[in-house]
């Protein structure tokens, strides 16, 4: 016959491992998994803000490449909740391959303008950039260089750094290129930039710009936050000479506009934990988060009313962006990348 305490003992010890389970999943905090193709320095203060306001642990799987491809291999059994990219070209290629569903919230919907949403829900923007030329302020006098279109004039022969045509920011520019002039005037385009380079293309978009600094060209192709991280580089002193070296042009401003890219995010097909990757895309659209991309990264915030960092207030506040859809910008990539092949431009 069992004893009281023996019965105790009986029942903790059979319960016990029972419990050893129970417990800690009841005492889980809810948490949320993040495949990101944005940079860990950058998400972590706005994700760790996002923790301590909902409570929602969130982990964060960062890689420059592969992302999609691997949520796609994992299918059902991904652990991932939500994607964020860098720009569109990604965030239409994880919605195209259909690993995604639609996010439906009246939070996201007040706080993002609808022409930085997905018409079907399958994606927001969070953060917009532009694409423009970076030109030497001892070489390059002002008002000589207006367009896109004008880097394909002789006149800069051997005068333009870029990074690779198949990067996927200049894959959207080129993109943009095929909607505004057709394949045909993109390709003559792409052929005089690749005939005006001043090197084979390589390297990051800052190094375009150390490169002007250098005295190797006088126009670099680069992404607008650059500046930012360049001339408020603690770090890296030497980048703030790079910033100093140029001007900022935003080009088409007498037409269509400068180019536009955004960062975004979208929620996976089958998120084991949807509610809470919602509730995180509410919080990355909302007045703190929306603020801490703009200060920390120099980024155009998507939500309206959110103020700019100040460097970006001074130097690019002021500008006309090309209106042109991000899918129309997104459906021409794939004739990008082959035309950046056919006219040798990374060679
Ligand atoms: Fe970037």
């Known amino acids: 016959m069992l004893t009281l305490n023996r019965l105790k003992q009986a029942a903790a010890l059979s319960v016990l491992p029972i419990a050893a389970t129970l417990v800690p999943a009841q005492a889980q905090a809810e948490e949320v998994n993040i495949y990101s193709y ?24 960062f890689a420059k490449k592969g992302l999609v491809e691997r949520l796609e291999n994992e ?22 391959r259909g690993l995604t569903q639609p996010i439906d919230s009246a939070v996201i919907d007040a706080n993002i303008p609808a022409h930085y949403r997905d018409p079907d829900g ?19 006098k002002e008002g000589e260089l207006k367009t896109y279109e004008d880097l394909a004039d002789p006149k800069w022969k051997g005068r333009i750094c870029t990074r690779s045509g198949k990067h996927s920011y200049n894959l959207s520019l080129i993109g943009s290129m095929i909607a505004h002039h057709g394949e045909e005037g993109a390709e003559k385009w792409l052929e005089g930039v690749k005939a005006n380079l001043a090197r084979k293309p390589q390297g990051n978009d800052r190094a375009q710009v150390k490169a002007v600094k250098e005295g190797v060209c006088d126009l670099a192709i680069g992404n607008t936050y650059y500046f930012g ?41 089958y ?65 990008a990348a082959k035309l950046v092949d056919k006219v040798g431009f990374d060679n």
């Open 38 to 61: 944005r940079q860990a320095f950058l998400i972590e203060p706005i994700l760790d803000a996002f923790t301590e306001e909902t409570g929602i642990k969130a982990n964060v799987v």
């Open 75 to 96: 299918g059902q059994n991904s652990k991932a909740d939500l994607v964020l990219t860098a720009d569109s070209g990604r965030l239409y290629d994880v919605v195209n």
């Open 122 to 140: 399958q994606w927001v923007a969070l953060t917009a950039r532009s694409r423009i030329v970076y030109a030497s302020k001892e070489r390059v």
């Open 229 to 269: 991280k360049m001339l408020h580089n603690t770090k890296n002193p030497e980048q703030v000479d790079w910033a100093n070296s140029v001007n900022l042009i935003f080009p088409n401003q007498g037409d269509r506009g400068a180019h536009m890219n955004i960062t975004g995010a979208a929620v996976t097909k």
């Open 271 to 335: 998120a084991p934990n949807k509610e809470a990757a919602v509730k995180l895309i509410e919080f990355l659209s909302g007045a703190k988060a929306q603020e801490m991309y703009a200060q920390v990264n120099y980024e155009f915030p998507v939500r309206p009313g959110t103020p700019l960092a100040g460097l970006v207030k001074e130097h690019m506040s002021d500008f006309k962006g090309d209106q042109l859809s991000l899918a129309e910008v997104a459906k021409n990539r794939a004739a």
